[in-house]
């Protein structure tokens, strides 16, 4: 079993900076791949960002050069940084984690609310 809890949400203004933060409990963290998504109101919830375990990174075309996922193995957290922040990224923001592909992640977290202001 693995809990996942999201941090770091908030209100910025278009342009700004974010970084969320999950923090995973738990055995082996470093057996899963960890991922990012987000669901704005009224849409689905779509993938953002993956580390996988062999370090690898993986990103949604929308978020590429702009957000960058990083996982620290010691401390079982991964990370998010948001950067160039745009009124559309708006969202509640998942952390999830998978012992496979994060097509159907086996655990979520709460989720973190991400308000940008334009």
């Known amino acids: 079993q693995v809990q996942l809890v999201e941090s770091g949400g908030g209100l910025v203004q278009a342009g700004g900076s974010l970084r969320l933060s999950c923090a995973a409990s738990g055995r082996k963290f470093s057996t899963y791949a960890m991922g990012w998504f987000r669901q704005a109101p009224g849409k689905e919830r779509e993938f953002l960002a993956a580390?996988?375990?062999?370090?690898?990174?993986y990103y949604r075309d929308s978020v590429k050069g702009r957000f960058t996922i990083s996982r620290d193995n010691d401390k079982n957290t991964v990370s998010l940084q948001m950067n160039s922040l745009k009124p559309e990224d708006t969202a509640i923001y998942y952390c999830?984690?998978?012992?496979?592909?994060?097509?159907?992640?086996?655990?979520w977290g709460q989720g973190t609310q991400v308000t940008v202001s334009s």
């Open positions: 580390s996988w375990t062999g370090g690898s990174t």
């Open positions: 999830a984690a998978d012992k496979a592909s994060l097509g159907t992640p086996d655990y």
